[in-house]
């Protein structure tokens, strides 16, 4: 079972900034929040990952709680081509990746 | 590559009938991967390669599912007497080292579809 929670689905206007939550209450000390997403059928594409510290990359950032307990990806300039199943993923060392349902978002014109 | 190469793209087999998928990882990783996704849904994983050394098959059915991965070769996830059940996407990802410390890639998937 995924070890995440998110919400179904979320709706985002064109060039603003997508804000996805993830809860992860039970996470370990040495399990790594991962971030992938999935556009229409296409294999899923891995964005971003952090542990404890915050992380940016020319995709997103990724801000994690000080307790570890939740954490948010952020888009900063949604496009039409963000419209995806975004998935939190909470992952160690020898584990496979558990996909829950993820969050649908979809960007708006 | 620079990329999971997956091939083929899709597959049509008759129930009863045996189905094989191959998957070329990222030149330089070590670590290959196999997951299911069924009609959209959640991702199954069914096993993951170290080399050419199983690593993990935990989530691998007990019956009519195989997997190698052979020195110089593509990797390959093969179904014997195949099931209406096992229509699905197989994708197949590869990373460098193990799962959770560098993300896995993943190819674009094989779409089996059983009649």
């Known amino acids: 079972d995924a070890k995440t929670t998110q919400p179904p689905s979320m709706d985002c206007a064109e060039g603003r900034a997508a804000n996805l939550p993830c809860n992860h209450s039970t996470i370990s000390g040495n399990e790594y929040v991962y971030w992938y997403r999935q556009i229409h059928s296409q294999g899923p594409q891995y964005i971003i990952h952090g542990l404890k510290n915050n992380e940016t990359n020319e995709m997103a950032s990724l801000i994690i709680t000080e307790d570890r307990k939740s954490s948010t990806l952020i888009l900063p300039h949604a496009t039409l081509r963000d419209t995806a199943v975004y998935y939190c993923i909470v992952i160690s060392g020898n584990t496979p990746l558990v996909f829950g349902k993820g969050t649908r978002l979809s960007v708006i014109a | 590559g620079e990329e999971v190469a997956q091939t083929p793209k899709h597959l049509v087999r008759g129930e009863g009938q045996k189905a094989k998928l191959y998957c070329a990882p990222i030149?330089?990783?070590?670590?290959v991967f196999w997951y299911q996704q069924v009609l959209k849904n959640e991702f199954k994983f069914l096993i993951s390669f170290q080399n050419e050394n199983v690593f993990d098959e935990t989530g691998m059915p007990k019956e009519r599912f195989s997997a190698k991965c052979l020195p110089n070769s593509p990797c390959s996830l093969e179904i014997q007497a195949t099931k209406l059940e096992d229509s699905a996407v197989y994708f197949c990802?590869?990373?460098?080292?193990?799962?959770?410390?560098?993300?896995?890639?993943f190819g674009d998937g094989t779409r089996l579809s059983i009649l």
């Open positions: 030149k330089g990783h070590s670590y």
């Open positions: 990802a590869s990373s460098a080292v193990p799962q959770g410390y560098q993300p896995q890639h």
